[in-house]
């Protein structure tokens, strides 16, 4: 089976949660999603159980990525955390499991096998943008207005 690499978007839709299977990700992505679920201690379960795995791609994955992102135009819409998972996708050879549309075209951009986040009856679902930089909430905005970091995606079930 290909290594699952998880983005942000995939922590914040609880994909690591309901799969037994072998999860990947960055330090810097770790460090951005380690407070989800962290009352019921979901994260570190995870790790404990071997189920998420936590990995620094080389630089020279990196580099590719960042190169590839600026060919794309993509590049001012990926943070550091986009590009270091893009990275290990690439360092792995695995499939990447995202809902962020920029770091998609990049990794596609890269023959890379990209999975989009499933999201079952989406039709009762609406979506609330956050700032991962300062905490504030928006209805819609890809860039924080407040701090200018780069807003992520989170569903809002009713
Ligand atoms: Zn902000």
Redesign the pocket.
């Known amino acids: 089976m290909a290594f699952r690499v998880l983005d942000a978007t995939s922590f914040y839709a609880g994909i690591p949660f309901a799969s037994q299977n072998i999860s990947y990700t960055t330090p810097l992505v770790f460090e951005e999603v380690k407070h989800i679920k962290k009352n019921q201690g979901a994260i570190t379960v995870l790790i404990e159980s071997n189920r998420l795995k936590i990995v620094e791609p080389e630089r020279e994955f990196t580099e590719m990525v960042l190169r590839k992102a600026e060919e794309t135009g993509d590049h001012q819409h990926l943070s550091k955390e986009d590009v270091s998972v893009i990275a290990l996708c690439l360092q792995l050879e695995g499939e990447l499991i995202t809902d962020d549309f920029a770091v998609s075209n990049v990794a596609k951009h890269m023959n890379l096998k990209v999975v989009p986040i499933m999201t079952k009856g989406a039709d009762r679902i609406s979506w609330v943008y956050f700032?991962p930089?300062?905490k504030?909430s928006f209805s819609k905005a890809s860039i924080?207005p407040?701090?200018g970091?780069k807003t992520r995606r989170k569903s809002s079930k009713r």
């Open positions: 700032c930089g300062c504030s924080c407040i701090c970091s």
